[in-house]
């Protein structure tokens, strides 16, 4: 019998595959990259965004979070609006895009105003801060929106710290529940590109204009082929 | 119906069911999110003593959400079984505790059906884990689709091969690097980076040709919504198992779209498939403490009882799997390693308890406090515990999901630490092909086999 060796599979994912074996276990290279690789990620959950830096003028807000700790342990305080940032929200109506670094701002930081380029809509931008997704329901509402896309930092991975999340929610108002929504995830260098991203969201809002919702009702159908499309 | 305890001289009053449940729960952070949780280690005994106190019966006469606001509840007091209740309905909550302890596993079966979630979930609270493993690991739940989950002495393990764009070449150099690693027997289940159909089932159809050809006894899952899966059914897509998560409420369940007639429905497309070779359990759910609360559907009650409730909501419908993800949710629910390896142990006890073939994706977020000596931990006590199924992810880096389960080397590891075989007809299987030590790949194997040149 012919045997290859496995690490020829490596080529095929960015996943630890063929890592070897010592006994059942990893062996001590592969134990100690990913004790780096975990280290990285923790740093990354601490990481602030920094609305000076991002490339674009747009209103800065905050969730009623006070800071990173109580954000991670009070989401619901994550999802409301500080009622100061509220006032100051004007009427657009339209589409809202909110730009926030929820679990991780690195992602965020370095890819929204690419992102927002490959949008390519000239819809209002808010940028929030300490930033759960349903936060944008809240801004968007005051906003008199009809729709919002919340693009937010993804909860960091061992091989990604700079994942970046689309939620798109139709109507939104404080109290819609995570159902309502259509989510396109991954969008980083290596994973889902820009392009592709903003093909499918323009193909999901053009499906939630016509059904007037968004989230399970909303079946993403959307041809493999088209995502290829400029 | 209110109740009373003392404790050191100060008299503590916990005026329902529900909100006794919620006291005497050890800490964890999803109760003091939801504003549950006892306010003191005093008040927390003093409730685990009136718990302890509290007849099994009562739980037939008080629901923690009323019967008429929710179908849940409605599933658990119309489905109770009043004969297989009679051997333990003269108990208390602290008296079950002791007789499940003291029981031989032959009259655990027995009594399922007269277990409510409920009364699991408040015997479990006055429990240590070793009180949790040892009574778990007397339960045993057999489950049969391509192959046989469950028996003594096994340790199945879902591959879970998940590739950030749902790219069909990554998916399958992962499934081959994991059958090569002994991983399979449960499921090899993706979890799609989308719900879209099209994609969910180019995944399914290079699943099954993985499958067959390699001939593997054993079933594969795209982790689609329901609803996704009956359309990829109706469009012909080789579905073996049908994957929904659950929880325990009809509002939680309503927050992620199903409801339990589109369960049914479900069900029942996938049992006209007629896929299985050796049983016709086709469902597959994935559960965890804190998805009420994060859907705000809770109702006041604590997490790990409306966890414990989803399960009513599972064994309604004979899944082949269940497992909880119970790192997954991140730290404002179970705050760091401790209250996540507690919280394992219980869902495990519980949903064996109440006769489900349950697995937990031993797992943690990077923003919980917890690292791979937590994951150590709870694994090795779940693997005594008797788990049905564990998750084996490459490296235990899942590069899609970004969080971090068990890799298919811990897979290897429990089994070798407790001599526990995967599935018998997958054990044959990795014999045939010659499946051994796993850094090199035997030539029926070939990579080129299943598109991977």
Not at chain 1, 91 to 100: E, I, K, M
Not at chain 2, 159 to 184: E, F, M
Not at chain 2, 209 to 231: G, K
Not at chain 2, 294 to 323: I, M
Request: charged share 20%; glycine share 8%.
């Amino acid at each position: 019998m012919t045997l290859v060796p496995t690490h020829s599979l490596r080529r095929f994912t960015s996943a630890r595959v063929a890592l070897g074996r010592a006994g059942t276990s990893l062996p001590t290279a592969a134990h100690l990259d990913f004790q780096e690789a975990h280290a990285a990620a923790r740093d990354a959950v601490w990481s602030a965004l920094d609305p000076a830096a991002l490339g674009f003028d747009a209103p800065v807000v905050r969730s009623e979070a006070r800071d990173r700790r109580e954000y991670l342990l009070r989401p619901d305080l994550g999802r409301r609006l500080r009622a100061e940032d509220r006032a100051r929200l004007s009427r657009t109506g339209g589409v809202v895009v909110v730009v926030a670094d929820g679990l991780c701002a690195t992602g965020v930081q370095s890819q929204a105003a690419a992102l927002l380029c490959a949008l390519g809509a000239d819809w209002p931008v808010v940028v929030a801060l300490q930033a759960r997704v349903a936060l944008g329901d809240d801004i968007a509402h005051a906003m008199g929106a009809e729709a919002v896309v919340v693009m937010i930092g993804e909860r960091p991975g061992l091989s990604a710290q700079d994942s970046v999340g689309l939620y798109l929610t139709w109507a939104p108002r404080p109290g819609r529940s995570d159902a309502e929504r259509n989510c396109i995830s991954n969008i980083r260098p290596g994973g889902l590109s820009h392009a592709d991203a903003a093909a499918k969201l323009h193909w999901l809002l053009r499906g939630a204009r016509a059904l007037g919702a968004s989230g399970v009702a909303l079946k993403d159908d959307m041809p493999a082929q088209n995502r290829l499309a400029p | 119906m209110a109740f009373r305890q003392s404790v050191a001289g100060t008299q503590y009053v916990f005026e329902d069911l529900r909100t006794l449940l919620a006291r005497a729960t050890p800490f964890r952070s999803g109760d003091a999110l939801a504003g549950v949780a006892a306010q003191s280690g005093a008040e927390r005994v003093a409730a685990q003593r009136a718990l302890a106190d509290l007849p099994l019966k009562h739980f037939l006469h008080e629901a923690v959400i009323p019967y008429e606001a929710d179908d849940v509840t409605r599933l658990i007091m119309d489905g109770h079984d009043p004969n297989a209740f009679a051997p333990i309905a003269h108990l208390t909550v602290g008296g079950f505790r002791d007789w499940l302890l003291a029981a031989p596993p032959e009259a655990l079966p027995p009594i399922r059906r007269g277990i409510t979630p409920e009364m699991a979930a408040a015997v479990s609270k006055i429990m240590r884990l070793s009180d949790l493993v040892t009574v778990a690991a007397k339960c045993r739940v057999v489950t049969r689709f391509r192959n046989t989950i469950g028996l003594p002495g096994t340790l199945s393990i879902r591959l879970q091969p998940n590739d950030p764009t749902d790219d069909a070449r990554g998916v399958a150099a992962a499934v081959l690097d994991g059958l090569l690693l002994g991983a399979g027997d449960a499921v090899i289940g993706v979890n799609p980076a989308t719900d879209n159909v099209t994609q969910v089932m180019t995944l399914l159809t290079m699943l099954d040709e993985v499958r067959t050809r390699f001939d593997i006894p054993t079933q594969s899952c795209v982790l689609c919504h329901v609803t996704t899966a009956l359309l990829a059914m109706e469009r012909g897509a080789p579905t073996d198992l049908v994957f929904q998560s659950i929880g325990g409420t009809q509002g939680v369940n309503e927050s992620f779209g199903v409801t339990m007639a589109l369960l049914a429905e479900a069900q029942s497309a996938a049992l006209a498939l007629q896929r299985g070779t050796v049983g016709q359990n086709v469902m597959y759910f994935e559960t965890g403490q804190g998805s009420a609360l994060s859907a705000n559907a809770h109702h006041g009650v604590d997490q790990q009882t409306l966890e414990a409730r989803a399960y009513a909501v599972a064994r309604a419908f004979d899944p082949l799997l269940v497992n909880s993800v119970v790192g997954f949710i991140g730290p404002e629910y179970l705050f760091d390693g401790k209250q996540i390896a507690r919280a394992g142990l219980e869902d495990h006890f519980c949903g064996k308890l109440l006769g489900l073939p349950m697995g937990v994706d031993v797992c943690y977020t990077n923003h919980a406090e917890a690292d791979q000596d937590d994951m150590d931990a709870l694994l090795i006590n779940l693997a005594v515990a008797g788990v049905t199924y564990i998750m084996g992810v490459p490296g235990a880096d899942d590069v899609m999901l970004a969080y971090q389960s068990t890799s298919f080397h811990d897979g290897l590891t429990a089994r070798a630490l407790l001599g526990k075989t995967p599935a018998p007809e997958f054990a044959a299987w990795l014999e045939r092909m010659g499946i051994g030590e796993g850094a090199r790949i035997p030539e029926r194997m070939a990579p080129a086999l299943i598109g991977l040149s």
